[in-house]
């Protein structure tokens, strides 16, 4: 095999954009992590022989399909959905269904990506993949939703499989969505395998899925503190987001002795200066998957706590922030305005929140900073145990299932240290991430030749 010619990050990144034009999101994700892979493969002719970071950066494939559904006036309705398999070197393809306007290829192809670099630092045999639609399921009723996700995984079947590719849940999609889509799988196929995870508990699901991301987070985030000789206790968490991730995170930041002072959602944030406590969060969870209503009306709800429309909530003084709602939600403004107000550790629950001006001033700052392939793997790690539980027919109990989400925490966090520790002692978790979560992928890809 001929010695490959060398490019330079430039000349890469150049063919990437040329190759995805107008995929800014894709091309966003491919740089953050080229630019710590291309310092690590410098002198590793190997990887550059068998151009792995070109491969890992095309997917697999990319299926595309229209979904056509009734509404409850009697309209035709057309969707676009996908599934983007972007690399399934180390497993079948896995990762999340996300329905949302604001659904695109190159939101999909972004979260393919990251998340075969996610699923790879978990530990577990899984490769990336990402699907959805542009589906909005605000607003709908439940028949209209059951309709939509019958119509999606009709198409959708024909492209998962227990060893194939098993979707998962995101934003827009939770246990209403699943179960719809696991229904109509069944009904069509007349099988009854583990081809979806987040499934309900009375039909394969696992324990602690629903928990998993946001808790994940914030076991990521006390491992970062420990590292510094800190702790969560008596400390100030900020967090955007209401949903599954969101929540999960802010409960787990009052088991380990937090504060939260803030949650959001697409129309702005509530700021509650004597804390979000349980019984304030199961109201706002209530609010947010029962009753499908805006956060706004927790400031009516509780006098003290104010809603601010249109806003973001990293002005808000803070020890901690998690960002747990959607990509490019904190950027380099933003970013340094946490910093200023004293901030010491970043936690991201969402996929790729911070844009590469936040990554920056974040590094700079040396303070914590956990991207979030590392510290939001935990909800695909419990779907990997998920899987592991269908295909032995059976299920773990809670406490095991806690005990294997920690461990797991901590195993990418010691990962990350692996290629992340600076010579003063911090650890720069972004490259810490890209590099051990690449080197495993690039490694099986290298075992089968050219393919
Ligand atoms: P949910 O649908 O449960 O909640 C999403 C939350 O984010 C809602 O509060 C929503 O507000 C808000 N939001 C969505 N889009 C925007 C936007 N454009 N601007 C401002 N707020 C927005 O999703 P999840 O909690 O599951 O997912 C949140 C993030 O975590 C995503 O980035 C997802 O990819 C990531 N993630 C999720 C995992 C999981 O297991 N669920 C696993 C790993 C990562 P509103 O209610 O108004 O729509």
Redesign the pocket.
Known sequence: MAVADHVDIEQFMAGVEKRNPHQTEFIQAVREAAEDIFDYIEDKEIYHRYQILRRIAEPDRVISFRVCWEDDNGNIRVQRGWRVQNNNSIGPYKG?L?F?P?VTESVLKF?AFEQTFKNSLTGLPMGGGKGGSNFNP?GKSDNEVMRFCQSFMTELYRHVGADIDVP?????V?AREIGYMFGQYKRITNRFTGILTGKGLEFGGSLVRTE??GYGAVYFLQNMLNHRGDSIEGKSAII???????THAAEKILHLGGKVLTL????GYIHDPAGIDQEKLNWIKHL?TVKRA?ISEYADKYPGATFHAGERPWSVICDLALP????N?LNGEEAAVLIKNGCIAVSE???M?TDLDGIRVFKDAGICYAP?KAS?AG??AVSGLEMSQNSARLSWTEEELQDQLKDIMQGIHDRCLEYGLKDDGTVDYVKGANIAGFVKVADAMIAFGVC
């Open positions: 999340g996300r949302h604001s979260l605000k998962a849940g995101d934003i827009g939770g998993a991301t955007s987001g209401s949903g599954n991730v969101a959001s959602d697409s129309k947010k805006p747990c709602a959607t990509q939600e629950g969402a996929n929140p979030g939001n909800g695909v």
